[in-house]
């Protein structure tokens, strides 16, 4: 399996991302991406609100890789909606970054309670300013995050550029068919975070089963699942063992039989309701 997807416009994306959520600024947190960097690992997802570009940017400094063959993906916070406020906020990440552009840069959540009573007419002036942004050239691709189908087909009642990502929470429990198919339909990737579920979905039993069957541990089970669905899964850790292990999953394949069994996994809601967060 090639270890690239291929976006709409013609970006390749690493098909397995290193995420940072929850490893604030800290020597911890430029040791795990310099880690996971090391490990073979060229796509690395931070956002505005994980506060912890900076550390991205040195870690990514400090690599001496060739800032072109990394792929950088940052969010725009719920706070900063809005057409010139985007614009604001973009340049102090890539600041923060120490980068010039951005692989991709997504809306953080469609609905803040900052904008709730105006979301649709907001999300289309910050789409905006996305748009403004990739046709000058600062971000290679532009997308969305935790989008729902309602939220993506007020969106394209305005936008000039469909979004070319969708990043959200997914996992085996949570297969997200409906929000998938509308990604699909409008040739928008999907990312999955949260892709073990905090972990819980690494102790379940059918997860187990074919791990043992295979040799392989729950994570790649779980990371392979999302490869041969076409879903780029972004794991989280800051344990260099952990971290190596979870990108050694290109040299063995899920029947359809392993498929069908994790895709039948007991389903659960998800943790958000973007409609209703209190932030």
């Not at 090391?38 to 800032?67: L, M, P």
């Not at 010039?100 to 009573?117: A, E, G, S, V």
């Not at 899920?254 to 994790?262: F, G, K, N, T, V």
Request: with cysteine.
């Amino acid at each position: 399996m090639e270890k690239y997807f291929e976006l709409k416009n013609g970006v390749k994306i690493p098909n397995i991302g290193f995420g940072t959520w929850r490893v604030p600024e800290s020597e911890l947190c430029v040791e795990s991406v310099l880690t996971a960097l090391d490990c073979g690992y060229r796509h690395i997802d931070t956002a505005f609100f994980y506060k912890n570009e900076k550390s991205v940017g040195e870690a990514v400094k400090q690599s001496g890789i060739h800032r072109d063959d990394i792929f950088i993906t940052s969010k725009l916070w719920n706070d900063f909606h809005g057409y010139d406020s985007t614009l604001k906020v973009f340049e102090e990440t890539l600041e923060n970054l120490g980068t010039d552009y951005l692989d991709l840069y997504l809306i953080h959540w469609p609905n803040p309670k900052k904008f709730r009573d105006d979301w649709a007419t907001s999300n289309a002036e910050t789409w905006r300013a996305f748009e403004k942004l990739y046709r000058d050239g600062r971000i290679k691709a532009i997308g969305i995050s935790n989008f729902m189908p309602h939220h993506i087909d007020e969106l394209m009642k305005t936008a000039e550029i469909v979004p070319m990502v969708n990043q959200i929470e997914l996992h085996p429990g949570l297969n997200r068919d409906e929000e998938r198919a509308c990604n699909d339909k409008y040739g928008i990737l999907t990312e999955a975070w949260a892709p073990f579920q905090i972990g819980e979905v690494l102790t379940d039993q059918t997860i187990l089963c074919i791990a043992e069957k295979h040799q392989k541990t729950a994570a790649q089970i779980v990371l392979r699942w999302f490869l041969q669905k076409g879903i780029v899964p972004l794991p989280k850790s800051v344990t260099p063992e952990r971290i190596l292990n979870n990108i050694q999953v290109y040299d063995f394949e899920l029947s359809a039989e392993d498929m069908a069994a994790i895709n039948g996994i007991t389903p659960h809601a998800p943790r958000h309701d973007p409609d209703k967060i209190d932030f």
